[in-house]
């Protein structure tokens, strides 16, 4: 795999740790984390804050049979389910889970433009979605209301700010209107999570918008 | 707080907190300790202990994170419930005890007060050796004692807000609107904070 130039934000590390994102960005964040080593060893430190966190606080007083009912809970917890065996394929697993399969097993919805998405179910605070750009083609023109992370996981594509090739992931804000376009060769599939409807910037865009649902 | 007032005081706490660090160390190798006996021979002795010591402190952080005491007492006892089944999947050379149990707990906060799944990142492919090194351990075991006394001697105001982005449950704007401090203030504060952390961590 080439080397990944785009990483996660401390923003994001740091939420990812404390528990505080959305699902969607979530399984963003776990899917790239799977794919790059740079961030998991910072997320290592993140999480080492939260534990240094936990432990510098007064310790509560416990119920007075709590470790008794504690060992109970362990005599008579069930045994650990089973981890489900990682399929060979373009997904890390965090994403096999949510869609029950690898790439193959997508189902994919058209969108215009050539582009097809698949949202996958999360909690309703942010929405995340897979989507097939085939090569050489551009996503419409848009700008964003929230934050709208872009995992490349299949191909790249370049925008007004550079190129996003495996395993980057990009991290726009109200700031940037961009025109993503795959590069030519390879069919980018991305996974894209946000806490905001996007704001496609032309009229043809915006109906389409309201029947599927992005 | 004069010119050179920071430096000065961590100067003199230098040799005291080297000492410091050499006993939180030798705790942070005995829970490790106590991990590998629960694993290897279901010790209940060493289960003891580790809950004496973590148990109220799960209990404490959830609270803070808004979950009532009752439920905040039924969710420390499953977390250390995991602790006892999950001890096989335990490597001091990736956390320290203290670090894998805020994992638990967080993870059990966002399935009890979110009621959501909680993505977590593929595991690593195993190496040739199942059983971590213990110079690894080791060393893993002392940068977390050294972030752990940097994060007590961040100045107040840092602190404060980086216990209330683990606490509370709050993403930044949130913790802007709770503290009617700028985000911009609360971005650069959280940021030097980190900075110091990152610092100790090298």
Redesign the interface.
């Known amino acids: 795999m080439t080397k990944i130039k785009h990483h996660l934000t401390d923003a994001l590390l740091m939420g990812y740790a404390a528990g505080t994102l959305p699902e969607a960005f979530n399984l963003v964040v776990a899917t790239h984390i799977s794919m790059c080593d740079d961030c998991r060893a910072a997320l290592a430190e993140f999480d080492a804050v939260g534990g240094e966190v936990m432990m510098a606080t007064d310790a509560a007083d416990l119920a007075e049979d709590s470790l008794a009912a504690t060992l109970d809970k362990i005599a008579n917890a069930p045994a650990a389910p089973k981890v489900r065996p990682r399929e060979s394929g373009v997904f890390p697993t965090p994403l096999q889970d949510y869609v029950n399969g690898d790439l193959s097993a997508v189902k994919w919805r058209k969108i215009g433009g050539g582009v097809s998405q698949a949202v996958l179910p999360t909690s309703k605070d942010a929405t995340v979605r897979l989507l097939h750009i085939p090569a050489g083609t551009a996503v419409p023109d848009h700008g964003h209301r929230g934050t709208e992370l872009t995992l490349v996981l299949q191909g790249a594509f370049v925008d007004e700010t550079d190129r996003f090739g495996a395993g980057d992931v990009e991290v726009a804000n109200e700031d940037l209107n961009h025109t993503p376009v795959a590069e030519p060769g390879m069919d980018c599939i991305c996974l894209a999570a946000t806490d905001a409807p996007l704001r496609f910037n032309g009229l043809m865009p915006r109906i389409v918008q309201r029947f599927v649902g992005i | 707080m004069g010119l050179y007032g920071p430096d000065q005081a961590r100067q003199s706490g230098a040799a005291g907190t080297k000492r410091l660090n050499q006993t939180d160390t030798s705790k942070r190798m005995m829970w490790v300790a106590h991990v590998v006996a629960i694993r290897d021979r279901q010790d209940?002795e060493a289960?003891?202990e580790l809950?004496?010591h973590f148990?109220?402190?799960?209990?404490?952080?959830l609270?803070?994170s808004g979950t009532s005491?009752d439920m905040?007492?039924e969710c420390?006892?499953?977390v250390?419930?995991t602790l006892?089944?999950?001890a096989a999947m335990f490597d001091p050379a990736?956390?320290?005890v203290?670090?894998?149990?805020?994992?638990i707990?967080?993870?059990r906060?966002?399935d009890i007060l979110?009621?959501?799944?909680?993505?977590?990142?593929?595991?690593?492919p195993w190496g040739p050796e199942a059983e971590p090194d213990q110079a690894d351990a080791l060393a893993l075991q002392q940068?977390?004692s050294k972030?752990?006394a940097a994060?007590?001697e961040l100045p107040e105001k840092q602190r404060t807000l980086?216990?209330k982005?683990?606490?509370?449950?709050?993403?930044?704007s949130e913790i802007a609107e709770q503290t009617g401090l700028p985000l911009g203030t609360i971005?650069s504060r959280?940021?030097l904070a980190?900075e110091r952390?990152?610092h100790v961590?090298k």
């Not at chain 2, 148990?55 to 952080?61: E, N, Y």
């Not at chain 2, 203290?98 to 994992?103: A, E, G, H, L, V």
Request: aromatic residues 10%; positive net charge.
């Open positions: 209940r289960f003891a809950f004496a148990a109220p402190r799960v209990k404490s952080f609270m803070k005491p905040a007492e420390a006892q499953d250390m419930v006892w089944r999950k990736k956390a320290s203290s670090t894998w149990i805020f994992t707990a967080r993870n906060r966002i979110r009621k959501q799944r909680r993505p977590e990142p593929e595991d690593l940068e977390t972030l752990g994060l007590a980086i216990e982005a683990y606490f509370g449950d709050l993403s930044h971005k959280i940021r980190l952390l990152r961590m």
